[in-house]
Protein backbone atom coordinates (compact mmCIF):
# COMPACT_ATOMS: atom_id res chain seq x y z
CA UNK A 1 0.00 0.00 0.00
CA UNK A 2 1.41 3.28 -1.35
CA UNK A 3 1.63 5.85 1.65
CA UNK A 4 -0.30 8.46 -0.42
CA UNK A 5 -3.48 6.46 -0.28
CA UNK A 6 -3.45 6.79 3.28
CA UNK A 7 -6.31 9.18 5.44
CA UNK A 8 -4.04 11.22 7.34
CA UNK A 9 -7.33 13.37 8.50
CA UNK A 10 -7.53 12.77 12.54
CA UNK A 11 -10.56 10.31 13.99
CA UNK A 12 -13.30 12.13 15.44
CA UNK A 13 -12.60 12.33 18.63
CA UNK A 14 -9.38 14.31 18.04
CA UNK A 15 -11.61 17.07 16.35
CA UNK A 16 -11.47 20.32 18.30
CA UNK A 17 -14.05 22.36 18.56
CA UNK A 18 -14.75 26.10 20.63
CA UNK A 19 -12.43 26.51 23.57
CA UNK A 20 -13.80 26.05 26.81
CA UNK A 21 -13.16 29.82 27.64
CA UNK A 22 -15.01 30.68 24.31
CA UNK A 23 -18.01 28.54 25.64
CA UNK A 24 -17.52 30.36 29.08
CA UNK A 25 -18.03 33.78 27.09
CA UNK A 26 -21.15 33.05 24.91
CA UNK A 27 -22.80 30.98 27.85
CA UNK A 28 -23.00 34.26 30.40
CA UNK A 29 -23.16 36.73 27.51
CA UNK A 30 -26.47 34.32 26.99
CA UNK A 31 -27.35 34.47 30.23
CA UNK A 32 -26.72 38.60 30.82
CA UNK A 33 -28.96 39.05 27.93
CA UNK A 34 -31.54 36.93 29.51
CA UNK A 35 -31.67 38.26 32.57
CA UNK A 36 -31.78 41.97 31.35
CA UNK A 37 -34.46 41.54 28.83
CA UNK A 38 -36.30 39.24 31.48
CA UNK A 39 -36.50 42.38 33.80
CA UNK A 40 -37.08 44.71 31.73
CA UNK A 41 -40.06 43.11 29.06
CA UNK A 42 -40.66 40.02 31.08
CA UNK A 43 -40.12 37.41 28.17
CA UNK A 44 -39.72 35.09 30.55
CA UNK A 45 -43.26 35.36 32.07
CA UNK A 46 -45.05 32.80 29.59
CA UNK A 47 -42.52 30.17 29.91
CA UNK A 48 -42.96 30.45 33.92
CA UNK A 49 -46.74 30.29 33.23
CA UNK A 50 -46.32 27.26 31.42
CA UNK A 51 -43.89 25.61 33.26
CA UNK A 52 -46.08 26.28 36.03
CA UNK A 53 -49.01 24.80 34.86
CA UNK A 54 -47.12 21.55 33.54
CA UNK A 55 -45.25 20.94 37.30
CA UNK A 56 -49.12 21.40 39.01
CA UNK A 57 -50.08 17.69 39.09
CA UNK A 58 -46.11 16.39 40.27
CA UNK A 59 -46.46 19.15 42.84
CA UNK A 60 -50.34 18.04 43.65
CA UNK A 61 -48.74 14.57 43.86
CA UNK A 62 -45.84 15.52 46.35
CA UNK A 63 -48.27 17.26 48.67
CA UNK A 64 -50.56 14.48 49.51
CA UNK A 65 -48.38 12.38 52.10
CA UNK A 66 -48.36 15.96 53.67
CA UNK A 67 -51.79 16.56 53.70
CA UNK A 68 -52.57 12.89 54.53
CA UNK A 69 -49.76 13.59 57.34
CA UNK A 70 -51.65 16.80 58.76
CA UNK A 71 -55.06 14.73 58.63
CA UNK A 72 -53.85 12.34 60.72
CA UNK A 73 -51.89 14.70 63.41
CA UNK A 74 -55.07 16.49 63.40
CA UNK A 75 -57.01 13.40 63.66
CA UNK A 76 -55.19 12.13 67.47
CA UNK A 77 -55.79 15.69 68.87
CA UNK A 78 -55.97 14.34 72.72
CA UNK A 79 -60.03 15.03 74.80
CA UNK A 80 -57.59 17.70 76.98
CA UNK A 81 -56.27 19.44 74.39
CA UNK A 82 -60.21 19.39 72.13
CA UNK A 83 -62.20 20.70 75.51
CA UNK A 84 -58.96 23.63 75.87
CA UNK A 85 -60.21 24.78 72.80
CA UNK A 86 -63.35 24.25 72.95
CA UNK A 87 -63.77 26.54 76.09
CA UNK A 88 -60.91 29.06 74.88
CA UNK A 89 -64.18 29.22 71.92
CA UNK A 90 -66.70 29.68 73.36
CA UNK A 91 -65.39 32.43 75.70
CA UNK A 92 -63.90 33.94 72.53
CA UNK A 93 -67.63 33.49 71.05
CA UNK A 94 -68.98 35.22 73.73
CA UNK A 95 -66.77 38.13 73.15
CA UNK A 96 -67.32 38.42 69.51
CA UNK A 97 -71.22 38.68 70.41
CA UNK A 98 -70.69 41.32 72.26
CA UNK A 99 -67.96 43.00 69.70
CA UNK A 100 -70.39 42.56 67.02
CA UNK A 101 -73.65 44.24 68.77
CA UNK A 102 -70.97 47.37 69.16
CA UNK A 103 -69.81 47.27 65.71
CA UNK A 104 -73.68 46.64 64.31
CA UNK A 105 -74.49 49.91 66.66
CA UNK A 106 -71.53 51.99 65.16
CA UNK A 107 -71.79 50.94 61.46
CA UNK A 108 -75.34 52.24 61.80
CA UNK A 109 -74.13 55.49 63.38
CA UNK A 110 -71.30 55.66 60.49
CA UNK A 111 -73.51 55.00 57.42
CA UNK A 112 -76.25 57.71 59.06
CA UNK A 113 -73.17 60.29 59.64
CA UNK A 114 -72.17 59.55 55.38
CA UNK A 115 -75.36 60.52 54.67
CA UNK A 116 -75.46 63.23 56.88
CA UNK A 117 -72.30 64.68 55.12
CA UNK A 118 -73.40 62.92 51.98
CA UNK A 119 -70.10 61.06 51.86
CA UNK A 120 -69.35 58.27 49.52
CA UNK A 121 -70.28 54.71 51.04
CA UNK A 122 -66.94 52.81 51.79
CA UNK A 123 -65.97 50.51 48.99
CA UNK A 124 -66.89 47.00 49.43
CA UNK A 125 -64.44 43.66 49.25
CA UNK A 126 -64.76 41.00 47.33
CA UNK A 127 -62.54 37.89 48.70
CA UNK A 128 -61.79 34.12 47.56
CA UNK A 129 -60.55 31.48 50.11
CA UNK A 130 -57.34 29.69 49.33
CA UNK A 131 -54.69 27.28 50.54
CA UNK A 132 -51.24 27.85 51.31
CA UNK A 133 -49.38 24.26 49.04
CA UNK A 134 -45.75 25.36 50.28
CA UNK A 135 -43.22 27.61 50.79
CA UNK A 136 -41.51 29.36 47.68
CA UNK A 137 -37.85 27.85 47.15
CA UNK A 138 -36.11 31.08 46.57
CA UNK A 139 -34.00 31.16 50.50
CA UNK A 140 -33.57 34.73 50.33
CA UNK A 141 -37.06 35.48 50.63
CA UNK A 142 -40.53 34.99 52.61
CA UNK A 143 -42.93 34.07 49.93
CA UNK A 144 -45.72 31.47 49.56
CA UNK A 145 -47.51 29.38 47.00
CA UNK A 146 -51.13 29.79 47.13
CA UNK A 147 -53.14 27.02 45.35
CA UNK A 148 -55.61 29.94 43.37
CA UNK A 149 -54.31 31.64 40.33
CA UNK A 150 -55.85 33.12 37.01
CA UNK A 151 -58.40 30.52 36.52
CA UNK A 152 -60.20 31.17 39.81
CA UNK A 153 -60.08 35.20 39.55
CA UNK A 154 -56.73 36.03 40.89
CA UNK A 155 -55.13 38.89 40.19
CA UNK A 156 -51.86 40.97 40.62
CA UNK A 157 -51.36 42.83 43.47
CA UNK A 158 -54.49 40.94 45.68
CA UNK A 159 -54.30 42.18 49.41
CA UNK A 160 -53.68 38.71 51.15
CA UNK A 161 -55.32 38.08 54.74
CA UNK A 162 -56.02 34.92 57.41
CA UNK A 163 -57.96 35.06 60.25
CA UNK A 164 -55.51 37.41 62.64
CA UNK A 165 -54.60 39.95 59.95
CA UNK A 166 -52.77 40.95 57.07
CA UNK A 167 -50.90 38.10 55.45
CA UNK A 168 -48.84 39.80 52.56
CA UNK A 169 -49.97 40.41 48.79
CA UNK A 170 -50.09 38.50 45.76
CA UNK A 171 -46.64 39.63 43.78
CA UNK A 172 -47.06 36.74 40.87
CA UNK A 173 -49.95 35.04 39.17
CA UNK A 174 -50.24 31.54 37.37
CA UNK A 175 -53.10 30.00 35.70
CA UNK A 176 -53.44 27.46 38.43
CA UNK A 177 -51.21 28.61 41.29
CA UNK A 178 -49.93 31.96 42.84
CA UNK A 179 -46.88 33.33 44.61
CA UNK A 180 -47.76 35.53 47.94
CA UNK A 181 -45.17 37.52 49.31
CA UNK A 182 -45.64 37.42 53.41
CA UNK A 183 -45.40 41.20 54.79
CA UNK A 184 -42.46 40.21 56.46
CA UNK A 185 -40.25 40.03 53.09
CA UNK A 186 -37.69 43.11 52.83
CA UNK A 187 -38.53 43.75 49.82
CA UNK A 188 -42.45 44.55 50.51
CA UNK A 189 -43.87 47.84 52.48
CA UNK A 190 -47.42 48.54 53.69
CA UNK A 191 -48.91 51.48 54.69
CA UNK A 192 -49.93 51.78 58.41
CA UNK A 193 -52.42 53.62 60.81
CA UNK A 194 -51.67 54.05 64.45
CA UNK A 195 -54.73 53.25 65.78
CA UNK A 196 -54.14 55.05 69.34
CA UNK A 197 -52.60 58.05 67.48
CA UNK A 198 -53.95 58.55 64.55
CA UNK A 199 -51.01 58.77 62.44
CA UNK A 200 -49.82 57.43 59.42
CA UNK A 201 -46.74 55.55 58.71
CA UNK A 202 -44.68 52.74 56.54
CA UNK A 203 -43.57 49.53 57.55
CA UNK A 204 -41.36 47.86 56.08
CA UNK A 205 -40.76 43.64 55.68
CA UNK A 206 -37.31 42.76 58.31
CA UNK A 207 -36.82 39.29 57.06
CA UNK A 208 -33.76 38.78 59.35
CA UNK A 209 -36.02 39.55 62.16
CA UNK A 210 -39.22 37.51 61.67
CA UNK A 211 -41.25 40.89 61.74
CA UNK A 212 -42.17 44.48 60.61
CA UNK A 213 -39.88 47.55 61.03
CA UNK A 214 -41.09 51.25 61.12
CA UNK A 215 -38.96 53.43 59.14
CA UNK A 216 -38.51 57.40 59.23
CA UNK A 217 -40.12 57.93 62.51
CA UNK A 218 -38.71 60.52 64.09
CA UNK A 219 -36.83 59.66 67.84
CA UNK A 220 -39.98 62.16 69.37
CA UNK A 221 -42.48 60.39 67.63
CA UNK A 222 -45.76 59.33 70.02
CA UNK A 223 -45.51 55.41 69.67
CA UNK A 224 -45.61 52.83 72.61
CA UNK A 225 -44.87 49.38 72.89
CA UNK A 226 -48.19 47.70 72.29
CA UNK A 227 -49.76 50.06 69.76
CA UNK A 228 -51.82 48.09 67.11
CA UNK A 229 -50.96 49.19 63.51
CA UNK A 230 -53.75 48.77 61.05
CA UNK A 231 -53.50 49.06 57.39
CA UNK A 232 -54.26 52.98 56.25
CA UNK A 233 -56.16 52.63 53.24
CA UNK A 234 -54.25 55.54 51.36
CA UNK A 235 -52.08 52.92 48.83
CA UNK A 236 -55.02 51.74 47.24
CA UNK A 237 -54.45 48.36 47.81
CA UNK A 238 -55.03 47.09 51.17
CA UNK A 239 -58.86 47.55 52.63
CA UNK A 240 -58.38 50.49 55.78
CA UNK A 241 -58.87 48.49 58.80
CA UNK A 242 -56.87 45.41 58.66
CA UNK A 243 -54.79 44.33 61.15
CA UNK A 244 -51.25 44.14 60.75
CA UNK A 245 -48.82 44.46 63.70
CA UNK A 246 -48.22 45.68 67.51
CA UNK A 247 -45.39 47.37 68.35
CA UNK A 248 -42.79 45.31 70.23
CA UNK A 249 -39.69 47.78 71.23
CA UNK A 250 -38.73 50.84 70.18
CA UNK A 251 -35.42 52.49 70.32
CA UNK A 252 -34.59 55.91 70.36
CA UNK A 253 -30.85 56.78 69.89
CA UNK A 254 -29.45 59.98 70.53
CA UNK A 255 -27.15 59.63 67.61
CA UNK A 256 -30.08 59.77 64.92
CA UNK A 257 -33.05 61.58 64.35
CA UNK A 258 -34.86 58.68 63.72
CA UNK A 259 -36.08 55.93 65.94
CA UNK A 260 -35.96 52.09 65.23
CA UNK A 261 -39.12 50.88 65.98
CA UNK A 262 -39.72 46.99 65.46
CA UNK A 263 -43.17 45.73 65.30
CA UNK A 264 -44.67 42.00 65.52
CA UNK A 265 -46.69 40.73 63.06
CA UNK A 266 -50.19 39.69 64.12
CA UNK A 267 -50.21 36.90 60.79
CA UNK A 268 -49.43 33.60 60.95
CA UNK A 269 -46.12 34.25 58.56
CA UNK A 270 -44.93 30.84 59.55
CA UNK A 271 -47.65 28.54 59.98
CA UNK A 272 -51.20 29.92 57.92
CA UNK A 273 -52.82 26.91 55.93
CA UNK A 274 -55.54 28.76 54.55
CA UNK A 275 -56.16 32.59 53.58
CA UNK A 276 -58.38 34.79 51.85
CA UNK A 277 -57.31 36.90 48.88
CA UNK A 278 -59.45 40.10 48.53
CA UNK A 279 -59.83 42.26 45.82
CA UNK A 280 -57.36 45.78 45.52
CA UNK A 281 -59.01 48.40 45.84
CA UNK A 282 -57.77 50.36 43.57
CA UNK A 283 -59.73 48.06 41.28
CA UNK A 284 -63.20 49.67 42.59
CA UNK A 285 -61.77 53.38 42.57
CA UNK A 286 -63.68 55.06 39.89
CA UNK A 287 -61.21 55.99 37.02
CA UNK A 288 -59.97 59.71 37.72
CA UNK A 289 -61.23 62.25 35.79
CA UNK A 290 -59.96 63.39 32.23
CA UNK A 291 -58.41 66.73 33.03
CA UNK A 292 -59.57 69.78 31.02
CA UNK A 293 -57.40 72.11 28.89
CA UNK A 294 -57.37 75.69 30.73
CA UNK A 295 -59.36 77.69 27.77
CA UNK A 296 -57.08 80.42 25.84
CA UNK A 297 -57.73 83.67 27.59
CA UNK A 298 -59.96 85.92 25.11
CA UNK A 299 -58.22 88.89 22.93
CA UNK A 300 -59.02 91.90 22.98
CA UNK A 301 -60.71 93.97 20.31
CA UNK A 302 -58.74 95.66 17.45
CA UNK A 303 -58.25 98.73 17.16
CA UNK A 304 -61.78 101.68 17.19
Known sequence: MSLGTLDRTPPPIFKQGPSAFSKLILFSALALFLMVADSRFDVTQPLRAVLATALYPVQWLALQPVRVGRAVGDYFITARQAQSQ???????????????????????????LRQLLDL???????SMAAEVLYDAADPYTRKVIIGKGMAQGIVLGSPVIDEFGVLGQVTLVHP???EVTLIIDRDLAIPVLNVRTGARSLAFGDAGGGGLELR???????VQQGD????SGVDGVYPPGLPVARIDRIERRA???????????LALVSGARHVMVLQPQSA?????????EPSAPAKKGGKS
Open 284 to 292: QIPPRPAET
Open 228 to 231: LLTT
Open 176 to 178: LVS
Open 86 to 112: SEAASQMLATQAIRATQVEQLSLENSR
Open 120 to 126: RDQLKVD
Open 216 to 222: FMGSNAD
Open 255 to 265: ESAFARIHCIP
